[in-house]
């Protein structure tokens, strides 16, 4: 009696149906023709297995793959077919992919930048291929500002990379108003508490922490001169009462109405983690917060104008009608005249009469 065959254990046997795929694929293109048996040996699986991959990359992966006549469970491509994606992918999917490989920019000359890149690379044919949508239409259809634009992320691929490495951080920050200057500092985290990435560092000669907006910094570079972090920092603590870049000591329970457009925009997007709302009857949204300052929440309040009225605290109620009454004392005067610079026009571009 002939004994039925049995499949040897392989490392093969747990690799992932994608790198079956993958090895098939790569046989496929070179014109060969391979049987559902040479197949399931050489990946330790049964017939069955291959004819389902075989059945996946037709159907969902739009392989051309065709049986051969005259050969048992024969398979081949039926024309050129260079590229297989591994899955199928939606349109939201590509764009983010668009997205993150035009925002590898701020990572550029890092060794996280160099890696992201090569992966980006590899990636980007396979994405391409992978898409029902023609993936140009979409890296086209989408806007951002231009490298040079983008200075929130200039410098994002150093400053994580100290941040990991416990590296101190040589930069160039202006100040509002100010002028670039030198610094060095001991980054422990980027984040965005609010609209605006921020570094957040250690001083270790004042003791405290300094917050510094990433699009105020002009230059910034990696010591490699080490430090150690401060034990009792977190960043979940220390930026929890945060709205923006600011960072007080105090606690603060913060109460706002808004209406019209900003009432809308709140009832979407949140202005803190912290926030909880409560629906007025006239149609108006009130909502309170637990701020650790009052610096960031008056701007956002003042950008707001008569849409956004604080209740309290009372000290930012004071501060914000001292800011209505000056911005009254300015608006019922005549305006002042303003002398407008009138633009040079460009020489190349002039047209001799």
Avoid at 44 to 73: F, N, Q, S, W, Y
Avoid at 84 to 92: D, E, M, R
Avoid at 115 to 132: H, Y
């Amino acid at each position: 009696m002939t004994k039925k065959k049995q499949h040897s254990p392989r490392a093969s046997d747990s690799l992932a149906p994608s790198y079956r795929r993958q090895r098939l694929h790569e046989r496929l293109k070179r014109d060969e023709v391979v049987t559902l048996y040479s197949m399931s040996e050489e990946f330790g699986v049964d017939e069955r297995t291959i004819e389902r991959d075989i059945e996946h990359m037709r159907d969902r992966l739009d392989a051309p793959i065709v049986p051969v006549p005259g050969t048992k469970g024969g398979y081949r491509y039926s024309r050129t077919f260079d590229k297989l994606p591994f899955t199928k992918i939606s349109v939201g999917e590509a764009i983010a992919f668009a997205l993150a490989s035009r925002l590898l920019a701020a990572w550029r000359g890092t060794p996280l930048g160099h890696a992201l890149r090569s992966v980006m690379e590899k990636l980007a044919p396979l994405v391409a291929g992978a898409v029902t949508f023609p993936f140009d239409l979409i890296n086209g259809a989408i806007f951002l500002p231009s490298e040079a634009e983008i200075a929130e992320y200039r410098f994002m691929g150093v400053l994580m990379e100290t941040c990991q490495l416990n590296h101190e951080l040589h930069i160039v920050y202006q100040k509002p108003g100010g002028v670039p200057e030198p610094r060095t500092v001991q980054p422990l985290n980027v984040a965005c508490p609010g609209k605006h990435w921020i570094l957040v560092s250690w001083d270790p000669k004042a003791g405290d922490y300094r917050h510094f907006r990433l699009s105020r910094i002009h230059d910034a570079k990696n010591t490699g001169k080490a430090f150690t972090r401060p034990a009792h920092y977190d960043a979940q603590t220390h930026l929890a009462g945060n709205l923006g870049a600011y960072t007080g000591d105090e606690q603060h329970t913060v109460v706002v109405v808004l209406s019209g457009l900003p009432a809308h925009e709140a009832r979407d997007i949140r202005w803190h983690a912290s926030q909880t709302k409560v629906e007025l009857p006239d149609g108006r949204l009130q909502i309170t917060l637990q701020l650790n300052n009052l610096v960031d929440i008056r701007t956002e309040i003042l950008r707001h104008g008569p849409d956004a009225e604080a209740l309290a605290p009372a000290e930012l109620r004071a501060t914000l009608a001292a800011d209505a009454a000056k911005m009254h004392a300015m608006y019922s005067r005549p305006p002042q005249p303003v002398v407008a610079a009138i633009p040079t026009p460009d020489a190349s571009a002039r047209v001799e009469s």
